[in-house]
């Protein structure tokens, strides 16, 4: 087993960011990009297999998120800012590229992150997160409008932020345990490390602010097509995104290979984490040591 070692990073904007790292000092660079209302422990399965594949491994609590910083003003959440710290991320690691893999909000960040720094992406996974020209496509429909519901909802100030804080034991419970679809992935121990990193003073204000600001801060940058061999991971009965999303992005991710994955919800990292690592280490073969 890969050891683990808790590190802090300089990131964008004097923050900085809490983070896991494994693996040897020169393995190529694999950052992981974890999604809401998660932490770095959503990779504590794949961390291990890169590692022993050969790569370096980060996996940071993103901006807002658990042990790192957590900026109380909304603009500190928009995406260039979440980008800046995955370039930062890149910069304290000392290398130019790596491979950037990223589920949920991380994968939106790693989208972003592929347009916005091509030259700094050997490889690029996204995991049940959508394009956002997809993801803008189908929500003109009422299908993933109903899906999307929650997005609105946390526009709401201070009010989501305070119902989940009256218990983050059973906010953890119900995302993750009633989202899931193959729901023996997630101990209680591992709704504890969930729910704690919930309890940390700002972080659900801090991760719902994330949604805040992609209403009230889009990027400034154009979509542009991403230059990097992409690889998309979906499971196909998540509750919240519609397969729909992954069709017509020929044209924004030319190098694309698409795995989906059936009876597996949104968590897909967790519910099928075998498959995951297996995907992953095929994809990234020409990489590793």
């Given amino acids: 087993m890969a050891e683990l070692t808790e590190v802090r990073i300089p990131a964008s904007d004097g923050i900085h960011l809490h983070a896991m790292v494994a693996g040897p000092d020169d393995g190529p ?4 990009l974890h999604g809401f209302p998660e932490c770095w422990y959503s990779w504590r399965r794949q961390m291990p297999a890169l590692a022993e594949a050969g790569f370096r491994v980060v996996a940071p609590d993103q901006r807002g998120y658990n042990l790192s910083d957590k900026p ?3 603009h500190a959440y928009r995406l260039d800012a979440l980008t800046a710290d995955v370039a930062a991320i890149l910069d304290w690691a000392g290398r130019e590229r790596a491979v950037i893999v990223g589920h949920d909000w991380g994968g939106a960040v790693a989208w972003r992150f592929a ?3 091509p030259n700094r992406v050997e490889r690029l996974v996204v995991m049940n997160a959508p394009h956002p020209v997809a993801f803008a496509r189908e929500l003109r429909h009422w299908s993933q409008r109903r899906r999307s519901w929650y997005m609105f909802y946390f ?3 201070w009010l989501p932020e305070a119902l989940f804080a009256l218990s983050p034991s059973r906010t953890a419970r ?3 345990r009633r989202v ?4 023996a992935a997630f101990s209680d121990d591992d709704l504890r490390v969930f729910a704690a990193a919930m309890a940390q003073p700002g972080a659900l204000r801090s991760m719902i602010h994330w949604y805040r600001a992609a209403f009230r801060y889009p990027p400034a ?3 542009r097509p991403i230059e990097a061999p992409t690889l998309l991971i979906w499971a196909l009965d998540d509750i919240a995104l519609g397969v729909e999303l992954t069709r017509g992005l020929e044209k924004w991710v030319p ?3 698409i795995h989906y994955i059936p009876d597996c919800g949104h968590w897909v990292q967790n519910e099928a984490a075998e498959e995951i690592n297996g995907a992953l280490l095929d994809f990234l073969s020409a990489l590793g040591a």
């Avoid at 660079?29 to 992981?32: D, F, K, R, S």
């Fill in 255 to 257: 190098n694309l290979t």
């Fill in 174 to 176: 119900f995302f993750f």
């Fill in 221 to 223: 940058q154009r979509v």
């Fill in 29 to 32: 660079l694999a950052v992981l």
């Fill in 72 to 74: 109380s003003d909304v």
């Fill in 115 to 117: 347009m916005d720094y």
């Fill in 180 to 183: 899931a679809v193959r729901k």
């Fill in 155 to 157: 526009r709401i100030p």
